[in-house]
Structures are given as structure tokens and as C-alpha cells.
Antibody, heavy 119, light 107 residues
């Protein structure tokens, strides 16, 4: 059974960098045909895809966030990470990590972690 | 970006009812369309992928259809646990985008 678990600070100050990690069990982030994504959801709003990282290490970002987003990974920990710089209150959201299949299907999700941007 | 428009934004129904939700894409996405259910405080759950394929373990009362720009999602006989928010999502082009959701509430 594939499981994903987000971790990181729940409170970030404006203009600082949001940093989250996603630990994966039951699958390898460095093998196979899946990619690994970040998605966020502000309270009461819809979901926004942030980016994906393939098993090869190749990355795609949402152009709306690309200038502020960096995804990376630690294959020894089977973990991938998100950094979002220069945050504002508009970045306050629940952040999810998810596995993305080849046909664009998010089949496994983490439970989500709330990040609040506030001074 | 491909815009996904869901209707209605909210729907009131009763246990046992058949309900149908719609999702329209701003351009042709073939069958690269998925449906999710989300309950408060929980991650979305995949119900339908590739427009009409039922995800493993999902009850058969859920179904999806459509291709191109117009898609429908149906629940044949509403159960109490089905009251939730439902989202469509396209994966034809990057960036991946979601509809604004339909809130299904009890009448």
C-alpha cells in the first residue's frame, strides 16, 4: 500500500520561504513510471497543481508559480520536497503531496498539511 | 491553461436520488478527465479516471462519461456517505487543472 506523509512548519512569515517534505512508503520515487506532485488548496477553494517530479528527476512546474517554486528530492530517504519563496497570505493553504500516474491520475494522496502565512 | 467549469456549484438531494454533475473543458481534452470526491478535512479521493473508468474499490453506483469538452458524473442511488464535494480534473495539458467543484448536500 502506497502512503505519503507531508511534514513541515505550519506557520511561515510573509516574504519567507515555505518548505515542506513528503515521505513516501510502499513505492520508490526514483523508479517506475510515476511522478510525484504537490497540490495546494486554500480554504474553501479549489485545488491548484504546483508541480511534479519524475523518477528520473525531471520536473515540471505550474507556470503561475514557477518563478517561486523549487522541487527537489532525497532518494536515500524516499522523500521529495517543495520550497516556495517570497510567500504572502495568498499562499496560505492545505498542501498535499500525491502520486501521479502516467495518464495524469492522482491515485494516492497524503493527508495534507495546513500552512499559514502570517507575521 | 485549460479551464474546467463544473455545474451546478451546489446541489441538494436526498438519499436514494440519482444525481448528475457536469464538467466542461475550455478545449478538447479527449478522455483525460478524472473525478474526485472530497470530504471536509480530507484529501481528495479518486473515483473515476479516464472519463469513465471506475477506480478500483469504488462502488459501482458512481459512473462517468463524456469525451472532448463535455463530461458527466453520476451517482445512481445516493448514499449518506456520498454527501461531499466533487471535483473534475484534466490531465491533457500542463498545467493540470481542476474544476471549482460541486457541493452535494442533503435536502
Amino acid at each position: 500500500q502506497v502512503q505519503l506523509q507531508e511534514s513541515g512548519p505550519g506557520l511561515v512569515k510573509p516574504s519567507q520561504t515555505l518548505s515542506l517534505s513528503c515521505t513516501v512508503s510502499g513505492d520508490s520515487i526514483s523508479r517506475g513510471s510515476y511522478s510525484w506532485s504537490w497540490i495546494r488548496q486554500p480554504a474553501g477553494k479549489t485545488l491548484e497543481w504546483i508541480g511534479r517530479m519524475y523518477s528520473t528527476g525531471s520536473i515540471n512546474y505550474n507556470p503561475s508559480l514557477e518563478s517561486r517554486v523549487t522541487m527537489s528530492r532525497d532518494t536515500s530517504k524516499n522523500q521529495f520536497s517543495l520550497k516556495l519563496s517570497s510567500v504572502t497570505a495568498a499562499d496560505t493553504a492545505v498542501y498535499y503531496c500525491a502520486r501521479l500516474g502516467g495518464t495524469g491520475v492522482f491515485d494516492y494522496w497524503g493527508q495534507g498539511t495546513l500552512v499559514t502565512v502570517s507575521s | 491553461d485549460i479551464q474546467m467549469t463544473q455545474s451546478p456549484s451546489s446541489l441538494s438531494a436526498s438519499v436514494g436520488d440519482r444525481v448528475t454533475l457536469t464538467c466542461q473543458a475550455s478545449e478538447d481534452i479527449s478522455n483525460y478527465l478524472n473525478w474526485f470526491q472530497q470530504k471536509p478535512g480530507k484529501a481528495p479521493k479518486l473515483l473515476i479516471h479516464d472519463a469513465s473508468s471506475l477506480q478500483t474499490g469504488v462502488p459501482s453506483r458512481f459512473s462517468g462519461s463524456g469525451s472532448g469538452t463535455n463530461f458527466t458524473f453520476s451517482i445512481s442511488s445516493l448514499q449518506p456517505e456520498d454527501f461531499a464535494r466533487y471535483y473534475c480534473q484534466q490531465c491533457k495539458n500542463l498545467p493540470i487543472t481542476f474544476g471549482q467543484g460541486t457541493r452535494l448536500e442533503t435536502k
